[in-house]
């Protein structure tokens, strides 16, 4: 059964982080018509710069393959077409490098001294603050049709600037929070657009906030790891009893997972849809429920492209467009299918589920899999790094590539799908291949190594030059400190950086 109406059945651009072209925007949007996604909320903003030539403020952080204003309002009225929301997203409080760390605005900089030191903040309520996004807001809400605007809010640590601490004398910080969303949502309603935030500041971190905010606001509850459907279900009424609306969002990629996740985040993509899936379509059982009519759709989230090698990630996309149209038992049952019979053109079966499924359940998180190693300090440490569970990546490489022959379309998918279990299979295979060894064996290990190496990164270089602009060595070495990003979130570059010292240092 479909779910009717306004529900939202959405997937995310994280533009922000690294910007696509518009080719790749255009096909996934129709991506997303072809498995009935009406909704993509598109991130314009991030501590990484800014993915809009805002005409409003060019002083701001942007990234050099930014998109012009004609081009995001091309991209807009191709979604429109399409029966497609494109909802700009600009960060408003947290996550705001992108403005705080221009010479015009430093001022405006709020990070408070405790808390998570990455995360940045702007000063909430300062007039230059609502009025520098008030001229975005208003830049964006001409370029995009939707009826929403998100103004992110998530992960801040603010309250170190002398602005801040003056208003915290005689209001608490739940207080200035709702004074500062409501003021937001003021300028969003002037420009005939709904405002949504993320929930983590307001609901979940305090929820006293919600006592202080318009309930016109509506909340993106974003909880990544999270599979029990009764603690979603209960921030879903707790929103509901205070009179707001609610999306959730659930992820695919995050800061958890290498290039491909795991079976733990298709159930947290489950949980989420069979709870508002539920609510929305009026299930028998909820008549009476407080938070009936408060769960406006679903739209899944998936960060940091750069983490992954891009056209690999089809199938987990299909997966969440099964899951919050028809609920998580359908996409268990039928979502693998369905994708390899309508993207590849294949007939699915006990092969296909053997290499497509099963990748899942052995996917490591960023924790367990190694980041390859680049210099000498690195390389010390892989020779004297613990042994690591074996993952039998080659396994899953020998059977992709007996399905190749059955691929009636997307070929290129296909070859990026493989190049994924290939990129797994080599850094799992460099790291224990040097483990332990010195000496005459271990220059015959880094020349396997570096064999190895030259295959895969002229594989990924080649996947990076299709319909990525710029160096992605150049991406990795120039990337300003303040970023927060790691070495893992570059995957392109790094490895090609990797294979570079490979080559080197079995030389010496």
């Known amino acids: 059964m479909q779910i009717a109406g306004s529900f939202l059945r959405g997937l995310m651009l994280d533009a922000a982080r690294f910007v696509e072209s518009p080719a790749y925007y255009r096909r996934f949007l129709d991506f997303c018509a072809e498995w009935q996604i009406n909704a993509v909320i598109f991130r314009l903003t991030d501590d990484q710069g800014c993915a809009l030539h805002f005409r409003s403020h060019p002083e701001l952080r942007t990234h050099t393959n930014a998109l012009s204003p004609s081009e995001v309002a091309e991209l807009a ?72 605007l998100h103004a992110g809010c998530d992960e801040v640590n603010w309250g170190g600037s002398a602005f801040s601490r003056a208003l915290l004398i005689d209001r608490t910080r739940a207080q200035v929070c709702g004074d500062y969303l409501n003021a937001l949502h003021a300028r969003i309603h002037e420009l005939g657009k709904e405002m949504i935030v993320w929930d983590d500041m307001v609901l979940r971190h305090d929820p006293t906030v919600l006592d202080h905010l318009d309930r016109r606001i509506i909340l993106h509850d974003w909880e990544y790891a999270g599979i029990d459907a009764t603690v979603i279900a209960a921030r879903l009424a707790l929103a509901g009893e205070k009179g707001f609306r609610m999306i959730g969002g659930p992820a695919l990629h995050w800061c958890k997972w290498g290039p ?10 489950d949980a989420y849809a069979d709870v508002y899936f539920r609510d929305v379509a009026r299930d028998p059982t909820a008549n009476g429920n407080p938070i009936d009519g408060s769960a406006l759709g679903v739209i899944v989230c998936n960060w940091c492209p750069a983490r992954t090698i891009r056209d690999a990630i089809w199938d987990g996309l299909a997966y969440a467009a099964v899951a919050i149209n028809e609920g998580g038992a359908a996409a268990r049952a039928t979502a693998f299918p369905r994708f390899v019979e309508r993207h590849f053109g294949a007939t699915w079966n006990a092969a296909w589920a053997d290499a497509l499924v099963t990748i899942y359940d052995a996917a490591p998180t960023r924790e367990s899999l190694p980041v390859p190693w680049a210099n000498d300090d690195e390389l010390r440490r892989a020779i004297e790094a613990a042994p690591r569970p074996a993952i039998p990546f080659n396994s899953f490489l020998a059977k992709i590539d007996a399905l190749q022959p059955c691929v009636r379309r997307n070929h290129a998918d296909f070859a990026a799908l493989r190049l994924s279990f290939a990129y797994l299979a080599q850094v799992c295979r460099r790291q224990a291949a040097v483990r332990g060894l010195q000496g005459q064996a271990l220059s015959v290990a880094l020349a396997e190594v570096a064999r190895g190496d030259s295959a895969l990164a002229t594989s990924l270089a080649a996947d990076w030059r299709e319909g990525r ?30 294979a570079r010292y490979a080559g080197m240092r079995q030389t010496r």
């Not at 010479?103 to 520098?132: C, M, V, Y």
């Not at 303040?482 to 950086?497: M, Q, S, T």
């Open 77 to 148: 009225r191709y979604a429109a077409a399409r029966g497609i929301e494109l909802i700009p997203e600009i960060e408003s409080l947290g996550h705001s490098r992108y403005i705080t760390q221009t010479p015009e605005h430093s001022e405006l900089n709020d990070q408070g001294p405790d808390g998570h030191a990455e995360f940045s903040a702007l000063i909430p309520l300062h007039p230059k603050t609502l009025q520098l996004l008030g001229d975005l807001y208003a830049e964006a809400a001409d370029l995009f049709s939707s009826r929403y």
């Open 260 to 269: 491909r996740v795991g079976t733990a985040q298709l159930r947290n993509i």
């Open 469 to 498: 602009a710029g160096d992605p060595l150049a991406e990795l070495d120039h990337a300003p400190a303040d970023w927060a990003y790691g070495p893992e979130d570059w995957l392109h570059g790094r490895f090609l950086a990797a």
